[in-house]
């Protein structure tokens, strides 16, 4: 939201009070609490009749500073609140609600002394070092006095706050992050006629932090624009919009930027970034109402930075290896049965496709009866039979929901009755015709009304369905009262995490942790957690095409894991050009799912060669799980993306801030899909060496490439001492991984060592290709030295390991070998040691 008239001056019917300096500071054990009031306080009068701001600053975790900050703090805290994994008891003072879903520890009462500026004034040079270190709860806050500031410190990140002349001043180590200047925290009104007494018609609280030269800033969720956010303005407020607006079905508080820091607003309703607009040195956000609550988060990369605003806000959960396969959907608006669906899945297999999942888009139930989870008999008569036989060639079963119950649904007079509705203020069912004639909407805030969603869902999964997709939940009402209390501005934006996490606890319950998974479309801070979320509805061309990979982009750059899309585009038909340009992309991303919405994505509707493109992808994909699985296991644990941009791997290469159209899928491979109709590949290889995956040619990095491509190419490429796992088996992403396991160990330099870890399909570590962390069994360790590369294999199943380019094998003792070609193919049989010489 812009609140001023350039540089110096307001919007008309705009005041802006800001901090001025602090009047007096209490450091407790976990907390340092300001009074800050924005006019200068030169005597007791100017105590009179002014406004003040109060702040808290803590330390949740280490890297991670949190800052609150209200006007007057005694309005009813509603919620609801983001889960958030925190440290600390949540703010004082504010009356409590009973929707915070903020989960934290106790908070040891502490001691301190309120000091104000006066006697500050009076001590001189005075400097009180209130450094306390870890507090009684392992709480890594840290705080420093002086004369002319306040140092809060977690770990290497610092806030360092003016105190006579209000600044606030990030740093890591001592190197500016960001800056916050004296006007650019403010308490704004709105109509506001003079008086200390008059509140205006609206009240908002902003905060702006600096933007250094070439500074670029990233995520605020799935947004299908330019990739940098620089230059835009951005409401965090979830839409229905499609993939070609500037609305968003994700909407997420966080950004980050290549100065490796982050921020994340802690509110759940409506936030307004302006970044680099208002002032267009400077990341503006604002939110309606007395308080401001954000978290700034550091790291040594944007990486680990990732890594901490998931330690906050949540992992995404692991999906099960099954997921990674490809998906097949009846498509939207079609027309199916049985008979139809049976032919897609045998066509496919009776083609050599693998398929992992069949989908059942929203026409499994009844028209106007969206959503009763009850199978149309007329099309669906024996729904039990057709899942078992579906079950017997090897494929999962995925069906459609959403949160909405249509009025002819067999269970609207139920949810009514009892109460498990959204209701309009006067106490009448929230119902509109949009989408399906007099739907409601289910209350996820009553957990009677989360048991009976449930239950319906419980059926489905006795009868065989697998899992879900939970789609829509962006337009939700604000005029409505939930059972609970919680504000509707709010639960907005929170309603679509309270529908995801419904469903996925549900299935967790019933198919066990490891085995849910949803194909979500929207979410929140948070939804990361529920795994996984596709981009939406796109056009079948290939300007959509690139806008989804944007927005995927953008969405993994805000804490979320896995990500998928319609493979061919959503709304239309695509020509087979683009099917097969998309296919190929969509296969080599970290979920595949071909999905329309009036026609039908098998590929034989396309052409013959769509057919051989989609086998060659799906199959090539399968071949790599035991590295796709490996990059999955890491993201579960770290939070990094599995899918990331070309920045967040290769941040200091300026050629990469502004790349969208690439990525990199996992830690070592690289992906740049064809994106027009001559076959043109354009693409950018950072520094170092790079290896083409499908021919083994080495190229130099630091340049850009252009070249075309068949049906049956893409650009990708492996980075130097990278070793990607190949696995035994195509047929399918489910196999023992370590089993005849190939590992690829490409343009290793010398004296470098390197390796990889491959688990099992159930996430268990089978083996450890070096770089080993303490604890864990070596099945292979590669190290060069000159025109020597010493392997290490321990483990019990026979594999091999290629050092592809690195020559003629003269000598190999230890093991069995073969030169191919400039490739050295060593034999193991089970563990063992190999030393290689080459000639």
Same mark, same amino acid.
């Given at each position: 939201m812009k609140f001023q008239n350039g540089c110096w001056l307001l919007k008309e019917g705009f005041a802006s009070f800001s901090p001025q300096q602090v009047y007096s500071s209490k450091i407790n054990e976990n907390e340092v609490l300001l009074c800050a009031p924005t006019a200068v306080v030169r005597g007791r009068g100017n105590t009179i009749d002014g406004i003040n701001l109060t702040l808290r600053i803590t330390a949740p975790m280490p890297e991670v500073i949190r800052v609150q900050v209200w006007h007057h703090k005694g309005a009813v805290k509603r919620g609801p609140e983001f889960e958030l994994n925190l440290g600390e008891k949540s703010c004082p003072g504010a009356k409590e609600g009973s929707l915070s879903g903020e989960k934290e520890t106790g +908070?040891?009462?502490?001691?301190?002394?309120? =000091?104000d500026i006066g006697d500050i004034q009076a *001590?001189?040079?005075?400097?009180?070092? *209130?450094?306390?270190?870890? %507090?009684? *709860?392992?709480n890594p806050l840290s705080v420093e006095e002086t004369e002319?500031?306040?140092? !809060?410190? @977690?770990?290497? #990140? @610092?806030?360092?706050?003016?105190?006579?002349?209000?600044?606030?001043?990030? =740093?890591?180590?001592?190197?500016? &992050?960001?800056? @916050?200047?004296?006007?650019?925290?403010?308490?704004?009104?709105?109509?506001?006629?003079?008086?200390?007494?008059?509140r205006g018609t609206g009240a908002y609280m902003r905060q702006q932090l600096g933007l250094s030269v070439n500074e670029q800033i990233y995520g605020l969720g799935e947004r299908f624009g330019a990739f940098v956010k620089n230059g835009q303005s951005v409401s965090v407020w979830n839409e229905d919009g499609g993939t070609s607006t500037e609305q968003s079905y994700k909407n997420i508080p966080f950004y980050l930027s290549n100065r490796n820091y982050g921020l994340f607003v802690n509110h759940p309703e409506r936030v307004d970034f302006e970044v680099g607009t208002e002032q267009v040195n400077r990341v503006a956000f604002s939110v309606a109402g007395e308080c401001l609550d954000y978290f700034l988060m550091d790291g040594a990369d944007m990486?680990?930075? #990732?890594?901490?605003?998931?330690?906050?806000?949540?992992?995404p959960a692991l999906p099960a290896p099954w997921t990674f396969g490809l998906w097949l959907s009846t498509s939207f608006t079609t027309d199916y049965d049985e008979k139809t669906v049976m032919s897609f899945i045998d066509g496919m297999l009776e083609r050599g496709i693998p398929l992992s999942v069949f989908h059942f888009d929203c026409c499994w139930m009844k028209e106007f009866h969206w959503t009763d989870f009850i199978w149309d008999e007329a099309v669906f008569p024996d729904p039990e039979g057709m899942l078992r036989r579906i079950h017997a060639r090897g494929v999962k079963v995925c069906v459609w929901i959403n949160p909405y119950i249509a009025q002819d649904s067999a269970l609207f007079d139920e949810g009514m009755e009892k109460g498990y509705f959204l209701k309009r203020l006067g106490g009448d069912v929230w119902q509109w015709d949009m989408w399906q004639a007099g739907m409601a909407i289910v209350d996820f805030t009553n957990k009677e009304a989360v048991e009976w969603y449930q239950k319906g869902l419980e059926k489905l999964l006795d009868m065989g369905v697998d899992c879900f997709k939970t789609d829509f939940g962006e337009r939700i009402p604000t005029d409505v009262v939930y059972c609970n209390g919680a504000d509707p501005v709010k639960m907005h934006n929170f309603y679509t995490y309270l529908y995801n996490k419904a469903v996925f606890e549900l299935l967790e319950r019933k198919r066990g942790k490891g085995e849910a998974v949803l194909f979500a479309r929207s979410a929140t801070a948070g939804g990361q957690k529920f795994p996984v979320h596709w981009g939406g509805d796109c056009w079948s061309d290939y300007e959509s095409m690139e806008q989804s990979l944007r927005g995927g982009l953008s969405l993994t750059s805000s804490g979320f894991g896995f990500w998928s899309h319609d493979i061919g585009g959503f709304e239309s038909k695509s020509t087979p050009d683009v099917y097969k340009r998309w296919c190929a992309f969509g296969l080599l991303s970290t979920?595949?799912?071909?999905?329309?919405?009036?026609?039908?994505?098998?590929?034989?509707?396309y052409d013959e060669e769509s057919v051989d493109v989609v086998r060659f992808f799906t199959c090539l994909k399968a071949s790599l799980m035991p590295y796709l699985y490996r990059n999955a296991i890491e993201t579960s644990r770290t939070g990094v993306p599995m899918m990331r941009s070309m920045v967040l791997e290769f941040t200091q290469d300026r050629n990469c801030a502004y790349l969208a159209s690439q990525y990199m899928l996992g830690d070592s491979l690289l992906v740049a899909p064809v994106l027009n109709e001559e076959g043109i590949a354009e693409y950018y290889l950072p520094e170092g060496s790079w290896t083409n995956f499908f021919t083994g040619e080495v190229r130099d990095g630091g340049r850009w490439y252009r070249e075309k491509h068949g049906y049956?190419?893409?650009? &990708?490429?492996?980075?130097?001492?990278? !070793?990607?796992?190949? %696995?035994?088996?195509?047929?399918?992403? !489910?196999? +023992?991984?370590? =089993?005849?396991?190939?590992f690829r160990v490409y343009a290793l330099e010398d004296g470098a060592?390197? %390796?990889?870890? !491959?688990?099992?399909?159930? %996430?268990?570590?089978?083996?450890v290709v070096c770089g080993a962390q303490g604890g864990q069994d070596t099945l292979v360790q590669v190290e060069r030295r000159g025109s020597t590369y010493l392997v290490d294999v321990t483990g019990d199943k026979p594999c091999k390991v290629e050092l &592809?380019?690195?020559?003629?094998?003269?000598?190999?003792?230890?093991?069995?070998?073969?030169?191919?070609?400039?490739?050295?193919?060593?034999f193991f049989e089970k563990g063992g040691t190999a030393r290689v010489t080459v000639r």
């Open positions: +908070d040891a009462e502490g001691t301190g002394a309120v =000091e *001590a001189g040079e005075k400097a009180v070092s *209130a450094d306390y270190g870890t %507090g009684k *709860a392992g002319s500031t306040i140092t !809060v410190r @977690s770990g290497h #990140l @610092s806030l360092i706050i003016g105190r006579q002349s209000w600044s606030m001043r990030y =740093e890591r180590d001592g190197k500016l &992050l960001t800056k @916050s200047a004296p006007r650019d925290l403010a308490y704004i009104k709105e109509d506001w006629k003079g008086m200390a007494y008059d990486k680990q930075v #990732l890594e901490r605003y998931t330690d906050l806000t949540g992992k979920h595949s799912r071909l999905h329309g919405s009036s026609s039908y994505r098998v590929p034989w509707l049956l190419s893409i650009p &990708l490429y492996v980075r130097q001492n990278a !070793v990607i796992a190949l %696995g035994e088996r195509s047929d399918g992403p !489910v196999y +023992d991984y370590a =089993e005849n396991v190939t060592e390197t %390796g990889t870890v !491959v688990y099992d399909g159930q %996430g268990e570590q089978k083996s &592809l380019n690195a020559g003629i094998a003269a000598e190999v003792d230890g093991a069995a070998y073969r030169n191919v070609n400039q490739d050295i193919v060593i």
